[in-house]
């Protein structure tokens, strides 16, 4: 069994500022790690994901995660905040062990950038 | 290319009576998906199709959802009858058989019970 739980349904950070979303998740076997991102009236777009291999993970408009294992975590980081920014994240995992299995997801954080 | 299509992109119907929505996956990904998010709550898997075939229907909440899938193409999920606790944003997300290729997800259908 698989789950995923994000600190924080709501995060307000200033135009410029750090950006840092928590995801912490629980899996059985070695997961998969997703970061997706929804603007207003559009679906989920793929931010990032770590499968194998390099722990830190460069994603899309200039996010990142790493995971650690040690902690169970796959935290979003931003250095500096756009006012475009501005969306609903979802955290998600998957089963390594198997090819194309569903996704577990959190409860989405919403994010809020402060002119 | 275009990407993965839904249809209605809102719906509002009464306690009873029968929804069906449409899903056009992106073209070649034998992988479809179907999620559900009930306001405030989590997105929740609710069947995967690989091809025509039901490859995962776990997620299913009871007999009153049917998911079909034909000639692995487009796929419809219909709610028979509806109740109140089906509101939500039904989500359907396509990909490529190959390890744990990343699903691409549509826009949703937003399904309001009244």
């Known amino acids: 069994a698989q789950s995923v739980t994000q600190l924080g349904s709501h995060v307000s950070v200033s135009e410029g500022a750090l950006v840092l979303l928590r995801c912490n998740y629980s899996s059985s076997v070695p997961p998969y790690l997703f970061w997706y991102v929804q603007y207003p009236n559009q679906g989920l777009q793929l931010l990032l994901k770590y499968t194998t291999g390099a722990t830190l993970v460069k994603g899309i408009n200039g996010f990142e995660a790493e995971f650690k294992k040690s902690e169970t975590s796959f935290h979003l980081t931003k250095p500096s905040a756009h006012m475009s920014d501005a969306a609903e994240y979802f955290c998600?995992?998957?089963?390594?062990?198997?090819?194309?299995?569903?996704?577990?997801f959190g409860t989405g954080t919403r994010l809020t950038i402060i002119p | 290319e275009a990407g993965v299509t839904q249809f209605p992109s809102h719906s509002v119907i009464e306690k009873g009576q029968t929804v069906t929505l449409r899903c056009d996956p992106i073209s070649g990904h034998d992988n479809l998906y179907w999620y559900r998010r009930v306001m405030g709550k989590e997105i929740k898997f609710l069947l995967h199709f690989v091809k025509e075939s039901k490859q995962d229907e776990s997620g299913m909440p009871n007999n009153r959802f049917l998911a079909e899938r034909t000639g692995g193409t487009y796929s419809t999920l219909k709610v028979q009858p509806a109740e109140l606790e089906d509101s939500g944003v039904y989500f359907c997300?396509?990909?490529?058989?190959?390890?744990?290729?990343?699903?691409?997800f549509g826009p949703g259908t937003r399904l309001l019970v009244l």
């Open positions: 997300a396509s990909s490529q058989m190959t390890v744990q290729e990343t699903q691409y």
């Open positions: 998600a995992v998957s089963a390594a062990n198997f090819g194309n299995e569903k996704l577990t």
